[in-house]
Nanobody, 123 residues
């Protein structure tokens, strides 16, 4: 059973930056597709970014050029660096792990979820 613990959320002004962390236990991040999803109030949980077991990344169009996913294998942790944030990025951000054989572009492909961390961007 993989456990994921997110941290790093908070309140930031538009144009600012945050870095989210997702620490994994009970499994090795390189054996899974790891990703970030987010859910704003009244909206469905949506894909943000993922890194697969081989290190290939995929981003939602809305965050390309602003967000960067990375992985520290030694720490078994995945990071999400978010730059040039805007109010539309306000949401609860969830770390997810899925099968290494699936792209993890949909929330239905996630096998494990973290508890979520709130990101609020003020205008």
């Amino acid at each position: 059973q993989v456990q994921l613990v997110e941290s790093g959320g908070g309140l930031v002004q538009a144009g600012g930056s945050l870095r989210l962390s997702c620490a994994a236990s009970g499994g090795t991040v390189t054996n899974y597709a790891m990703g970030w999803f987010r859910q704003a109030p009244g909206k469905e949980r949506e894909f943000v970014v993922r890194i697969n077991w081989g290190g290939d990344t995929a981003y939602a169009d809305s965050v390309k050029g602003r967000f960067t996913i990375s992985r520290d294998n030694a720490k078994n942790t995945v990071y999400l660096q978010m730059n040039n944030l805007n109010p539309e990025d306000t949401a609860v951000y969830y770390c997810a792990a899925g099968s290494r054989f699936q792209p993890l572009r949909s929330r239905y492909e996630a096998h494990y979820w973290g508890q979520g961390t709130q990101v609020t961007v003020s205008s």
